[in-house]
């Protein structure tokens, strides 16, 4: 019987990743597998590393351990929007001899043609995430261009002046940032400005 592990993801804290493990569970159960592990993230990002994805990390390890045969997820960008990811994530599994199964592309790596479809579907995942980075892109030149401004407000002017005589005085930026009600970065951006 193939042991197998279940990795879910959900980018965000109001998604949940109850539908993706009911659908595995059942996949596993039709073909006779032993569901021995669980790993989900949840509310994190699948542009984000192996270091900013816990459960992601510890289902890599399990897999290196031996701990299972194959892991089963829903969909390939659940494992990953980036390509050397995916790819690093492949070789380092495939090479302690772990499978992967992706329900909604229906891939099974431990085919020839499991492995060749895998690496067509990274290639897309990929492609989408760009879509998406140049849509947001384009909507924010799109606000800037109407007048729109980004980033943490501007100080006062009247803060903004006395930041910049305690700075010719030769105060502490720690001194003045107390004095002046502000953060470190604020004096220092000031004092960068008017160098």
């Known amino acids: 019987m193939k042991r197998i592990a279940i990795y879910a993801r959900v980018s965000t804290g109001d998604q949940t990743t109850e539908n993706q493990i009911r659908e595995l569970e059942i996949v596993a159960e039709k073909s006779g597998w032993q569901i021995v ?4 993230d949840n509310g994190i990002s699948g542009a984000k590393g192996r270091d900013k994805r816990p459960e992601f990390d510890k289902l890599i390890r399990g897999a290196t351990r031996k701990e299972f045969d194959m892991i089963a997820s829903w969909s390939v960008d659940r494992l990953s929007r980036s390509m050397p990811d995916l790819v690093n994530f492949m070789s380092e599994i495939q090479s302690v001899g772990c499978d992967l199964y992706l329900h909604q592309q229906a891939i099974d790596t431990s085919t020839p043609s499991g492995r060749a479809l895998f690496q067509m579907c990274g290639v897309f995942a990929e492609f989408e995430r760009a879509m998406i980075q140049e849509r947001v892109k384009s909507g924010m030149a799109r606000a800037k261009a ?4 980004f ?3 501007k100080v006062a002017q009247d803060v903004e002046d006395k930041i910049k005589i305690m700075i010719q005085n030769d105060n502490t930026i720690r001194a003045i940032a107390k004095e ?4 470190l970065s604020v004096v220092q951006r000031i004092k960068r400005e008017a160098a």
Do not use: L
């Open 37 to 40: 592990a669980r790993f989900i």
């Open 146 to 149: 109407s007048g729109k401004t």
């Open 151 to 153: 980033g943490r407000p």
């Open 180 to 183: 002046c009600g502000v953060g």
